[in-house]
């Protein structure tokens, strides 16, 4: 029996000889309908960032994304937060050092571990630099300094909901605008795009009014221009209104978030020490 893949010709000369002649199979092969399929060709990949491969994706079904996991189990997240410590430092300082687009940072893996710290972070720095100058300046004065953990509250509040509820709002209507956008690729873009709050925030703790406006007027920028570059490729997508109009929102709320933090964690002013009253006569 001849192998699988092979054929042979048979050829009769003039001398009635029968002549074999064998030939190999190539790569292409005909499979059971009788198509003919290649065995050298590979499924390619589709493109990952907004709109491609990544979590969400609209092109694919909940449960292919996850594993065949359901929704509400522990499983399917697992894989939002696998990542090790050195990619996440990777995005960070991408973040604050933007060299490249940070979707071809993050490869098609994004993820939430690094948004959620990012954000806890913030929220603990801010915290704590606040308490810190306060209770420096309850000591200068002389009087007795409690902690204000309505500040903490707000820091949670805010920080929290900049960093997940707003990229919501903000996917929500891109996607409404057939602009086909990743809801994991916007939450790392705003969880990652907090890190410059970090060292702004540490920064704050100088007693100069107006070295601390340098500062948050800097990081702003710097975040600000970080998500309108990222952001910009999927909101180009819809109408030049349309996108102009999300842009204007997504710098709206940006410059809120920087004005409260500016008037509520870094407008202290310094209180000169008291001066024991002067001895009468």
């Known amino acids: 029996m001849a192998n699988k893949g092979a054929y042979a010709a048979i050829e009769i000369d003039d001398d009635d000889e029968l002549q074999f002649q064998s030939f190999a199979s190539s790569s292409a092969s005909p499979n059971a309908t009788g198509n003919i399929s290649s065995s050298n ?4 990949p589709r493109p990952t960032g907004f709109g491609g491969t990544g979590a969400f994706d609209p092109h ?4 292919d994304q996850a594993g065949a996991r359901p929704i509400w189990s522990v499983e399917y997240y697992a894989k939002f937060f696998d990542v090790d410590t050195a990619q996440v430092m990777e995005r960070c300082f991408a973040s604050v050092i933007p060299k490249e687009n940070f979707l071809d940072v993050m490869q098609g893996s994004p993820d939430l571990y690094g948004p959620f710290w990012i954000a806890t972070t913030v929220v603990f720095v801010l915290f704590v630099i606040s308490s810190i100058v306060e209770s420096i300046n309850a000591y200068t004065a002389g ?6 953990f309505t500040a903490l509250t707000f820091a949670f509040g805010t920080i929290y909901s900049y960093a997940f509820l707003v990229p ?3 996917w929500g209507a891109t996607k409404y605008f057939g602009c086909q956008p990743d809801l994991l690729d916007m939450l790392a873009l705003y969880g990652y795009g907090l890190t410059i ?3 702004v925030a540490v920064l704050c703790v100088l007693p100069f009014d107006l070295l601390r406006w340098g500062f948050v007027i800097l990081g702003a920028a710097a975040s600000g221009l970080f998500l309108v570059r990222n952001m910009y490729p999927v909101l180009s997508r819809a109408e030049a209104q349309t996108s102009k109009s999300i842009l204007i929102l997504v710098v709206a709320l940006h ?3 920087a004005l409260m933090l500016k008037y509520k964690f870094f407008a ?3 209180t000169a020490p008291s001066q024991p009253p002067a001895p009468t006569r």
Request: glycine share 4%; no cysteine; hydrophobic share 30%.
């Open 41 to 44: 060709s590979t499924p390619q």
């Open 60 to 63: 694919r079904s909940i449960q």
């Open 143 to 148: 009087t007795p300094y409690k902690y204000d």
């Open 168 to 170: 919501t709002v903000i």
């Open 197 to 199: 709050w970090i060292p």
């Open 255 to 257: 410059g809120l978030l």
């Open 268 to 270: 202290y002013t310094v």
